[in-house]
């Protein structure tokens, strides 16, 4: 045991006392956010877990044996294949959460379980993977999904409701802490508040590190608008390079019809799978503006570059030339000529394997304890503080 933990552990009363609550926005989606509040958890392993909604088919197989507790979203018909338009119920959903008792309160959020209420001594640090980004750009999102006039007239008056929901709700933690300088800024421009970088966690055990490379390139990721993948396909399709797409989403029936023979779609695989196709690509694609992005360094733990918009987090995580290549304008033209850049390189795979080990869970679980022990003796120490006002009225 590290004694960043133990520090946390005695300034929370663990083990004996449990008083830390884990809130993670929903287990709907099996995505980023979702790893990053998997290695949370396990550095909290006393803690008592909450969120809005979970499936359980979409859970770890670390959170299937660990007890979630849940809120009235589970009654909700069809959540599976509707959950994206119950988005008015989530803050009800947090707010429904009986927190009181609990001394300490760390939430993971990219929606809204910021929301969460903490007793007034208690201390609230939110893991922010992002400001709720359909709300805070919501024109990128409703051109991507291509909206009528009437339904984006409509969901920019609720938006508004939902804006002002989330900026006064963003006042209630104590302590935000940013997956990447991105969102540390964007945490800065909406909310008004500073924030702690930590990058998220990469697993580098999973990986070995390969000189082997076959002849394609390789996308993991969820298939969604914002991800871009439509660019990598016509990159592809335009340089004739062939490209591997792994993963699912509500893009993928689009996706599927602008692909041409050089592009294969194999949906989602097991981790397993998913570990070989990177250790045997030529490099990965990383085409879409990210809040950070965890497979770029995945790819590098594995020993192969990545193709990466300059943009958003990937600055955090690739370093052009060295890691991968960074290319500049969001068109196929500019990624396909990314890729010709990356072919001219002789990748050192153990350097980048060095790289992706900056971002192991390992540093991350150890950061990520310090700044919650810090954080609770920081508060601890403000509450215990006389109030100036007090000790001038008693004098």
């Known amino acids: 045991m590290t004694s960043a933990s133990i520090a946390v552990r005695n300034s929370v009363d663990f083990p004996d006392n449990p008083l830390i609550a884990f809130v993670h926005d929903n287990f709907l989606q099996a995505g980023g956010a979702e790893r990053v509040a998997e290695e949370i958890a396990k550095s909290l392993p006393e803690a008592h877990m909450f969120s809005t909604a979970v499936l359980r088919d979409k859970l770890s197989p670390y959170f299937r044996d660990r007890p979630i507790r849940d809120t009235f979203l589970r009654h909700v ?45 208690a201390v609230h640090i939110c893991y922010c993977h992002t400001p709720t980004r359909w709300i805070w750009r919501f024109d990128d999102y409703a051109a991507r999904e291509g909206f009528s006039p009437v339904t984006k007239a409509i969901l920019r008056a609720l938006i508004r409701v939902l804006r002002n929901l989330d900026l006064r709700a963003s006042g209630n933690p ?20 500073d924030s702690i970088v930590l990058h998220p966690p990469i697993d580098c055990s999973r990986f070995s590190v390969s000189y082997n490379s076959e002849d394609y390139y390789l996308i993991v990721s969820r298939l969604i608008a914002y991800k871009r993948i439509d660019l990598a396909i016509a990159a592809c399709e335009k340089a004739k390079r062939r490209l591997i797409i792994i993963g699912d989403g509500t893009d993928r029936k689009r996706l599927e019809s602008i692909a041409g023979p050089n592009t294969t779609f194999l949906g989602r695989l097991p981790d397993t799978e998913v570990t070989s196709a990177l250790e045997n690509c030529r490099a990965l694609l990383f085409p879409g503006e990210e809040d950070f992005g965890m497979t770029p360094l995945e790819a590098n733990a594995a020993g192969k570059p990545c193709v990466a918009y300059r943009s958003g987090g990937a600055l955090d995580s690739v370093i052009d030339g060295q890691t991968g290549i960074l290319f500049s304008e969001p068109t196929a033209e500019s990624l396909a000529e990314g890729l010709l850049k990356v072919e001219q390189i002789n990748w050192d795979p153990q350097r980048l394997h060095a790289h992706a080990r900056r971002f192991d869970s390992s540093v991350f679980a150890e950061r990520f304890l310090q700044l919650v022990a810090t954080m609770t003796d920081e508060k601890q120490r403000r509450i215990n503080r006389p109030s100036p006002v007090l000790h001038n009225q008693s004098a």
Do not use: E
């Not at 997956?179 to 540390?184: E, I, M």
């Open 77 to 121: 018909p069809g959540l599976r294949k509707y959950y994206r338009h119950y988005f008015l119920l989530y803050p009800l959903a947090v707010l429904s959460l009986r927190l009181s008792s609990y001394n300490v309160i760390i939430t993971s959020c990219c929606g809204f379980a910021k929301m969460a209420r903490a007793r007034q001594d």
């Open 174 to 193: 104590d302590y935000f802490i940013a997956n990447s300088r991105n969102v540390a800024d964007r945490i800065r421009s909406f909310y008004g508040r």
